[in-house]
Each structure stands twice: as C-alpha cells, then as structure tokens.
C-alpha cells in the first residue's frame, strides 16, 4: 500500500519560514519524480516545487528564491524549505509521487499552510 504523508505545516506570520515534509512509503523512493503542490480556497491546484529522481528541480514563478525542494532517498522523504512566506502562500499543501514512464501518479492527503499575521 503506498502511503505518502506530509508534515511541517501550521500557522506562520508573514516573512516566516516553514519545513514541509513527506515520507513516502510502498514504493521505490528513487525512481519516482516528487512535487509538492498547493490548492488555496477556490483555486485549482498548482505545482509549488518538483525534483526529479536524478535531483533536478523546477519551481513555481511566484516561489523562485524563497523555496527549496530537496530529497533524501536513503528517508524516503522529500522537504519543501519555505522562506519569505507571504499570505498568498496560505494553502493545503500536498505532496505528489509520479513515475511518468509507467504512469504511476499517487497523492498525499495534504497539510495545511496559513500565512497571516
């Protein structure tokens, strides 16, 4: 059974930092891309961050130089560093496990970010 389960989320002010993290479990961590995604009340969901299985990332404009997505394969585990976080931060953040080739595609059921002051 894949599990993919998101920790780190909360209540922040303004210009605050915040760690997300998600440990995956019931797949082969190293081969699967990982992204964290965000949906905000009336949103559609958006791509926050991706890194792929050989460690290249891509991240959201409205993110660049405030964000890092890293992973840890030996943990299973794949972080979302964020920085400078504004009120359009506030979201449900989730985090995302994709193996394109095979299209395999699984979801965590999210953590929620709040940035007010």
């Known amino acids: 059974q894949v599990q993919l389960v998101e920790s780190g989320g909360g209540l922040v002010h303004p210009g605050g930092s915040l760690r997300l993290s998600c440990a995956a479990s019931?797949?082969?961590?190293?081969?699967?891309?990982m992204g964290w995604y965000r949906q905000a009340p009336g949103n559609q969901r958006e791509l926050v961050a991706s890194?792929?299985?050989?460690?290249?990332?891509n991240y959201a404009d409205s993110v660049k130089g405030r964000f890092t997505i890293s992973r840890d394969d030996a943990k299973n585990t794949v972080y979302l560093q964020m920085n400078s976080l504004k009120p359009d931060d506030t979201a449900v953040y989730y985090c995302?496990?994709?193996?394109?080739?095979?299209?395999?595609?699984?979801w965590g059921q999210g953590t929620q970010v709040t940035v007010s002051s």
């Open positions: 995302n496990a994709k193996w394109a080739v095979i299209g395999q595609d699984y």
């Open positions: 890194i792929t299985n050989d460690g290249r990332t």
């Open positions: 019931g797949i082969i961590f190293r081969l699967y891309a």
